[in-house]
Nanobody, 125 residues
Framework: QVQLVESGGGLVQAGASLRLSCAASGRTFSSYAMGWFRQAPGKERELVAAISRSGGTTYYTDSVKGRFTISRDNAKNTVSLQMNSLKPEDTAVYYC??????????????????WGQGTQVTVSS
């Protein structure tokens, strides 16, 4: 089990940047694949970005490729999502998630079974 706490959300204008962080408890952080999901009102939760246990493999959904960057620091038990060139359609609650899958499974939403409480990102036009 790992406990996840997100931070860094807020209200920004289109074109701005935000950096989300997720702090994980426990000594086994490096054994988890990590993902960032988002859920907008009336929409299903979607996987935005993911990173393997070592950080060597990453995944991005098409709509954020080239704008978002996921990274992790296993020494500090953190995973981050750098979001640049934000658009109004990026508005959502963003969730950090952890799962036990291999690098081949990081893009599979069923890999993730532990969740943070979420942080709101609002992008105004």
């Amino acid at each position: 089990q790992v406990q996840l706490v997100e931070s860094g959300g807020g209200l920004v204008q289109a074109g701005a940047s935000l950096r989300l962080s997720c702090a994980a408890s426990g000594r086994t952080f490096s054994s988890y694949a990590m993902g960032w999901f988002r859920q907008a009102p009336g929409k299903e939760r979607e996987l935005v970005a993911a990173i393997s246990r070592s950080g060597g493999t990453t995944y991005y959904t098409d709509s954020v490729k080239g704008r978002f960057t996921i990274s992790r620091d296993n020494a500090k038990n953190t995973v981050s999502l750098q979001m640049n060139s934000l658009k109004p359609e990026d508005t959502a609650v963003y969730y950090c998630a952890a799962g036990g899958g291999s690098a081949y499974q990081i893009a599979n939403i069923n890999t993730y079974d532990q969740w943070g409480q979420g942080t709101q990102v609002t992008v105004s036009s």
